[in-house]
């Protein structure tokens, strides 16, 4: 059973109303990939949602509830959630690979615009992807550009573990077959800034709570991003970063989101920890993902952002 994270959102955004999100199983390089699929035929634009370390597609389904009518897609990347690897190596290109098939599969699939939300981790991942396979959108909510010290240090558990992971992981690679408890590396207390869902995450065995193989941390930790952000030119960025992240701050994310040569925005959430669940932040964050999609939608009709 997966934890209820609604139960960690204010009470607005808590809502039952709409379509009920269903389980499906897509297969993929011999791998069983779980998926949670809101189906809405008449919803103007598809969301792709993508999680990061410590979590899966249902952990963020709330936050496809601020958008409105939309049609979602939430994947459980390998190694998290349900997903079913069958014995297949997991590294960070899996990831990449799989997100960018994914997205392609929704784009193909009929011809409405196609926003990509990506969280944590999965923001730089839905970057990757969404510059190989395109779309209308990206939406993130952090830009960790792990090739820079400070970002591997601020994610790891133990600051300077994270400075020298590189190397030293590279060196242990015999380990590439050992899954560690996700916990061990990275800084799970600072997922959000309530301590009882941090507590959620830590003991959900789909997510925070599970293990991790040494080589796909190793591959993450020792990856680039698919282009430099000056060559990125797929679609517009929208980054909705907590104001208050105890674990990745802002000016973590800003180096590589200045950079970005396509148009942009910022929206920083007030009072928000790593995970958004907190207001006014939500509400903002709520407000600029419905503009995002309005203007996403405006666009694929000819208008100009």
Not at 32 to 41: A, D, G, I, M, S
Not at 206 to 233: I, N, Q
Not at 270 to 286: D, F, I, N, S, Y
């Amino acid at each position: 059973m997966s934890v209820d994270y609604l139960q960690f959102f204010p009470q607005w955004a808590r809502t039952e109303d709409g379509p009920r999100a269903t389980s499906q199983w897509w297969p993929w390089r011999r791998m069983q990939v779980h998926l949670e699929r809101v189906t809405v035929p008449d919803a103007p634009v598809k969301l792709v949602i993508l999680h990061g370390a410590g979590g899966y597609g249902r952990m963020l389904l709330p936050y496809a509830r601020l958008m409105g009518p939309v049609e979602v897609v939430a994947p459980d990347m390998p190694g998290y959630g349900q997903t079913r690897c069958d014995g297949q190596p997991v590294d960070y290109a899996t990831w990449v690979d799989l997100a960018a098939d994914l997205i392609r599969a929704e784009r193909t699939r009929d011809e409405r615009p196609v926003l990509v939300l990506g969280a944590s981790v999965g923001g730089l991942l839905a970057y990757s992807a969404v510059a190989r396979a395109g779309a209308d959108g990206l939406a993130v909510t952090c830009l960790l550009d792990v090739r820079r010290a400070e970002t591997r240090a601020a994610g790891a558990r133990f600051g300077p573990m994270g400075r020298v992971a590189g190397p030293v992981m590279n060196a242990l690679r015999v380990l590439d077959g050992v899954r560690v408890p996700i916990r061990w590396m990275a800084r799970m207390s600072a997922m959000s800034n309530q301590p009882e869902l941090n507590a959620a995450v830590a003991g959900d065995r789909l997510g925070g709570g599970g293990r991790v193989s040494w080589r796909f941390l190793r591959t993450y930790l020792t990856s680039a991003p698919e282009v430099e952000p000056e060559d990125f030119t797929a679609c517009p960025v929208l980054m909705v970063h907590p104001a208050e992240d105890r674990w990745t701050p802002v000016e973590l994310s800003m180096p590589f989101f200045e950079r970005l040569g396509v148009d942009k925005r910022l929206v920083m959430l007030e009072g928000c920890g790593h995970m958004p669940v907190e207001e006014p932040g939500l509400g903002q964050m709520a407000r600029a993902l419905r503009e995002f999609a309005a203007e996403t939608e405006r666009r694929s009709g000819g208008a100009s952002w």
